[in-house]
């Protein structure tokens, strides 16, 4: 059984740029039910069981046509989240640095051109989904629940929720606003640890 994790710091932590209202909702009423609706998938499929959220995620294409689609975006809810509460925090951290500063400076010419083509995919992608940076520091963005580990990838080291839900009661149709806000709650220090791994 998957269950929902904790946050890492408090509901109204994030209120520089999230509301408490916005995460209790995102937290207990959104990812909760992908967590409960990937255990109901998971439960019609005895052979799944027992399986990472990451082996599930690799391997959609193993997985019984009945709870595909199910497990992709209940599953991909679950995951996706799990990770995205992990690298926010409070007051965001410096950064990056190190090695990942450098491969970054390196790719994209500058810190805030990696930013800027972030925040365009960002902005851009149209409806739900999530914005990725990947091992390789490439930028995806991808629709709905879907994820990097789905089309054959690795784990991503970041990744931004552009759902309306993550946004809509503080920012309303002003996704820009939030996007641009968003950085200043990035956990360097943990992105930097995955981008080690
Ligand atoms: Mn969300």
């Known amino acids: 059984m998957f269950t929902l994790p904790d946050l890492p710091y408090e509901y109204n932590a994030l209120e520089l740029v999230i509301s408490e209202e916005i995460m209790r909702l995102h937290h207990t009423k959104h990812h909760q039910a992908y967590v409960d609706k990937l255990n109901a998938a998971v439960s019609q499929v005895p052979e799944l069981t027992g399986r990472s ?115 809509y009661l503080d920012y309303k149709n002003k996704r820009d606003d939030y996007i641009q806000n968003w950085w200043k709650l990035v956990n360097w220090s943990v992105i930097e640890q995955r981008y080690g791994k």
Not at 120 to 126: E, I, S, V
């Open 53 to 167: 959220i990451i082996e599930l995620m690799k391997s959609l294409d193993q997985v019984p046509e009945s709870v595909r689609t199910a497990i992709r975006n209940q599953g991909g809810g679950h995951y996706n989240h799990s990770l995205f509460w992990t690298i926010m925090t409070p007051d965001g951290t410096e950064g990056p640095a190190g090695k990942l500063q450098e491969d970054i400076v390196a790719k994209y010419g500058s810190f805030d051109e990696f930013v800027a083509q972030f925040n365009q995919k960002a902005l851009t992608l149209f409806g739900s989904g999530w914005v990725w940076l990947t091992p390789d520091l490439e930028i995806l963005a991808q629709p709905n629940q879907d994820n990097p580990l789905m089309q054959g990838g690795e784990e991503p080291l970041m990744g931004l929720d552009v759902w309306e839900h993550a946004y």
